[in-house]
């Protein structure tokens, strides 16, 4: 079963950038397609953005359309979220996700530690 290890959050102020990086593990990275999640305090997981297993075709829910853009890189087993424009209400603990089918699965994901992003007005 594939692991996932999130990194890169942190705190910013409103209109602050940070990328956070998913890297892979235990798994042929290639062989899926990957999705950001998030959660806010007292809320479920969220869709957030996807990428196929080429790359080449990308989705993300539309408060983060235009703002964040997600990437992968299958030599570093790694997918990047790099969000920009950031907003006091993309405040969460940010999750990886994989899964072979492409836009990828809402549901039934088995969630790591995250990352926290928080940001300050």
């Known amino acids: 079963q594939i692991q996932l290890v999130e990194s890169g959050g942190g705190l910013v102020q409103t209109g602050g950038s940070l990328r956070l990086s998913c890297t892979a593990s235990?798994?042929?990275?290639?062989?899926?397609?990957m999705g950001w999640f998030r959660q806010a305090p007292g809320e479920e997981h969220k869709f957030v953005a996807s990428?196929?297993?080429?790359?080449?075709?990308?989705y993300y829910t539309d408060n983060v359309r235009g703002r964040f853009t997600i990437s992968r890189d299958d030599a570093k087993n790694t997918v990047y979220l790099r969000m920009n424009s950031l907003k006091p209400e993309d405040s969460a603990v940010y999750f990886c996700?994989?899964?072979?089918?492409?836009?990828?699965?809402?549901?039934?994901?088995?969630w790591g530690q995250g990352t926290q992003v928080t940001v300050s007005s």
């Open positions: 996700a994989a899964d072979p089918n492409f836009p990828i699965s809402m549901t039934g994901h088995n």
């Open positions: 235990g798994g042929t990275f290639s062989y899926y397609a």
């Open positions: 990428i196929s297993r080429s790359g080449r075709s990308t």
